[in-house]
């Protein structure tokens, strides 16, 4: 099983401020990452998928990279909107389809 | 509009079973893998169950393996899962989501509002 490992646990930004969330892979999974935002009481919804290409909707603020085990999902200019909890999934070596246990950015 | 809305989450107790439900609209159900993901209350995202768009292959995490089954009916647009023998550690929100290319297993670009599974002791 691939674990995915994310850091920080939380990150602390100030509106307009930028974050780097981290993704770590125990293997390598190439290009098969996904990111999600999740809100409270609310369902995931996807960010980026191939570790750089933005969902539908989604707006250039948030950009993905990395390949192999080392992966950044890059905020800029934070929105109020942005304050929720950020997870990664690998879809490369399954199953298990498995995911991070997740970076809350708040607001600082 | 694409969407996904789940029902049949309750409360049970230990050992008991439910069958729990994800009616899809908007899109070509039939042509999508469709997966099971749960969130325990508090905590992260946990896989749990996957099935091909023509519901012939069918996969599970280890945690649910021999208990929980998943099954779909293109006909109706709808996804199941069967859910027996529960333990308090089922406990969660459980949603359903679509797959976004078709029918692989990659990431999922629609999501159900969820339901509740909560056991008791």
């Known amino acids: 099983e691939i674990v995915m490992t994310q850091s920080p646990a939380t990150l602390s930004v100030s509106p307009g401020g930028r974050a780097s969330l981290s993704c770590r892979a125990s293997?390598?999974?190439?290009?098969?990452l996904a990111w999600y935002q999740q809100k409270p009481g609310q369902a995931p919804r996807l960010l980026i998928y191939g570790a750089s290409t933005r969902a539908t909707g989604i707006p250039a603020r948030f950009s993905g990279s990395g390949s192999g085990t080392e992966f950044t999902l890059t905020i800029s200019s934070l929105q109020s909107e942005d304050f929720a909890v950020y997870y990664c999934q690998q879809y490369n070596n399954w199953p298990p389809l498995t995911f991070g246990g997740g970076t809350k950015v708040e607001i600082k | 509009e694409v969407q996904l809305l789940e029902s049949g989450g309750d409360l049970v107790q230990a050992g008991g079973s439910l069958r729990l439900s994800c009616a899809a609209s908007?899109?070509?159900?039939?042509?999508?893998?469709m997966t099971w993901v749960r969130q325990a209350p508090g905590t992260g995202l946990e896989w749990v169950s996957s099935i091909s768009s023509s519901g012939a292959a069918t996969f599970y995490a280890d945690s649910v393996k021999g208990r929980f089954t998943i099954s779909r009916d293109n006909s109706k647009n709808t996804l199941y899962l069967q859910v027996n023998s529960l333990r308090a550690e089922d406990t969660a929100v459980y949603y359903c989501a679509k797959d976004r290319r078709g029918n692989y297993y990659t990431a999922f670009d629609i999501w159900g509002q969820g339901t509740m599974v909560t056991v008791s002791p």
């Open positions: 293997q390598s999974v190439s290009s098969d």
């Open positions: 908007g899109f070509s159900f039939s042509s999508y893998a």
